[in-house]
């Protein structure tokens, strides 16, 4: 894996996260009690061997780098290799759901030039999976590709997803807006360092493009082979990805395909005593993480680190992020809360079962 060199693609913003994205990167949106969605690449990308990592940041670059810092977390605060902090284009037209601006990486070129390495791992800040990048470098390798994309098949309509046409294992077409059961790309791919350097020349004068959006026309004359994803993976777009792929965690079978012991998802250190749960808390299907204080009940429900639900609030269906505080008697349901939002004592804030209600 000395052959390969990461690259992770922040630079781009949806607005159908709503709230949760306007002072953050989506790459930076916290996830699962203790993480942020660049976690999931980052540590994928270390655990498969791969130790020099470019992570390409947006304008709203203040969250994202606070958060990976010199990615000493992951072991890559390094002489030799390591993480390098990577300027987005901040201005200029491009295409709607545009990922991989060429532009981006037409930027950051110096960047590709200066690794011997000949092949680069290229993924979206936004992939919440387990991966093993190996075997996808090992069959691209293997194959003589120029450039091989994972894809899976979507579970449900995807409009902010590449789908793909694949013919005897080779990407023949690109298609917008897959539907379900249908192929979609993980926004994941592989290629040569040398065919990404000539790619950036070649369409120099249409750099506002996405970079699969210029090479669509030329994919007959390219070796695009596609490898199939089987395990878990999600990408999110939407507020509405954001909770119910966030809810999913609840199921065992998920966190635990995620979370392991043998590769973990590293994520910025922050210390704090365990939760503490006071007489009268009642936890059901929920994910508590340390520092936070239950006097009430709590059910079916993602908390972060330092929430405090007081004595008599009732918490379901939800997700609080760090140091909100539910006061007494107050009711929270099919609600996202921001960091440091305070629900004050008796009052009620619900969502409903298609429309989660976001306070910040």
């Not at 037209?93 to 601006?101: A, D, M, R, Y």
């Not at 046409?165 to 690109?174: D, Q, R």
């Not at 590769?263 to 006071?278: C, H, W």
Request: glycine share 8%; proline share 3%.
């Amino acid at each position: 894996m000395d052959r390969v060199i990461g690259l992770i693609a922040g630079n781009f913003e949806t607005k159908d996260m709503g709230e949760l994205t306007e002072d953050r990167t989506i790459g930076s949106l916290p996830y699962g009690g203790n993480y942020r969605l660049v976690d999931f690449p980052l540590s994928n990308m270390v655990n498969s061997g791969i130790n020099t990592i470019g992570l390409i940041t947006p304008y709203k670059y203040r969250s994202i780098i606070d958060h990976v810092g010199a990615g000493k977390a992951w072991d890559l605060d390094r002489k030799n290799g390591g993480l390098f902090v990577l300027p987005g284009s901040v201005f200029g037209v491009h295409s709607e759901n545009s990922h991989f601006l060429l532009r981006d990486i037409r930027r950051n070129q110096i960047y590709l030039e200066r690794s011997p390495a000949p092949y680069i791992l290229v993924s979206a800040a936004n992939v919440i999976s387990h991966m093993d990048y190996r075997p996808l470098i090992m069959e691209h390798i293997r194959s003589g590709a120029d450039i091989t994309m994972v894809y899976n098949i979507a579970d449900r309509d995807e409009p902010h997803r590449l789908g793909i046409t694949v013919e005897n294992g080779a990407v023949t077409g690109f298609k917008p807006n897959p539907r379900k059961y249908e192929d979609a790309m993980l926004d994941t791919f592989v290629i040569s360092r040398d065919l990404l350097m000539k790619i950036i020349e070649w369409y120099a004068a249409i750099d506002y493009l996405d970079f699969f959006e210029a090479i669509e026309g030329d994919l007959d004359k390219m070796d695009v082979r596609a490898w199939k994803y089987e395990g878990y993976a999600r990408q999110m777009f939407t507020s509405r990805d954001y909770f119910e792929y966030s809810m999913e965690l609840l199921n065992l079978d998920v966190a635990r395909e995620i979370f392991t012991r043998e590769n973990p998802i590293a994520t910025k250190a922050a210390e704090a005593a365990p939760a503490k749960y006071l007489d009268g808390a009642k936890v059901k299907n929920s994910l508590i993480s340390s520092g936070s204080l239950i006097e009430g009940e709590v059910d079916h429900s993602i908390l972060f680190r330092g929430v405090k639900v007081g004595k008599g609030a009732k918490v379901r269906n939800s997700i609080i992020m760090q140091s909100c505080v539910v006061e007494d008697g107050a009711v929270v349901e099919n609600v996202i809360l921001d960091k440091s939002q305070v629900v004050k004592a008796g009052s009620v804030i619900k969502g409903t079962g298609d429309t989660t209600f976001i306070k910040s």
